[in-house]
């Protein structure tokens, strides 16, 4: 019987083999469908020319366009998709023959793991679109917190040094500054948080006037009692 241990070095190195196959070999990403892609062809131009509309209505605005479109563009985006549906198929059954040779815990496993990979993807990428949207339509920028604003001030003193180090100097000093110049500094702050916040404020009933509540945070996004 073999010792424990060279079991485990066994299975770790078949896990790994297998793992290592499937990293190799990506599962085929499924086509994208014709108006998909005349929608990805027409989005720039029409987030170009309308930056005020939200995702649905851009949607709509897509499906529209859509409808419209010639005959001979459907046909073209159609075509497209069946060409690539034909590779992907294929695809997909060497895939399935190459998966079906494996430990399928270790397969679905590392589906699993793929999915919640393409999860975590989507959110980011929805966030940095959102966080584009609000920059697009005119979101008033956060102030500077108080220490930053003291950084800013001591850009001057940075002269050749790395900036690594001169932010670690710079710490240093805020850490050493008494409290009364430090009060300074979290006055200017609160000063500009205030005017921050009446911008805010308006940027907002802006917002929901042009009908793109959805960009706002849920506390100023005003009730129905209030909105009357």
Known sequence: MAPSGHRLSTAAALLKKNLDFIAAHPKPKRPISGFLKFASHVRPTLVKENPSLNVTQLAKLTASKWKEADESLK????????????????????????????????????????????????????????????????????????????LQ???????????????????????????????????????????????????????CEMGNSDVLPKKLIPSPSTSK
Not at 157 to 163: A, F, S
Not at 194 to 201: F, L, N, W
């Open 75 to 150: 046909k073209k985006f159609s075509d497209e998709y069946l060409e690539d549906k034909k590779k992907y198929d294929t695809a997909l059954k060497e895939y399935n023959a190459a998966m079906s040779k494996l430990d399928p815990k270790v397969v679905i496993a590392r589906e699993e793991e793929i999915r919640r990979e393409k999860q975590e993807k989507l959110k980011s990428q929805e966030k940095r679109a959102m966080l584009k949207r609000k920059a697009d339509l005119g979101q008033p920028k956060k102030p500077l917190s108080s220490y930053l604003m003291f």
């Open 153 to 207: 001030d001591q850009r001057s003193e940075q002269g050749e040094l790395p900036y690594k180090e001169w932010v670690a100097k710079m710490t240093q000093k805020w850490k050493n500054m008494g409290e009364s110049e430090k009060q300074t500094y979290q006055s200017r702050y609160l000063k500009a948080k205030e005017e921050h916040d009446e911008s805010m404020a308006k940027w907002a009933k802006r917002m």
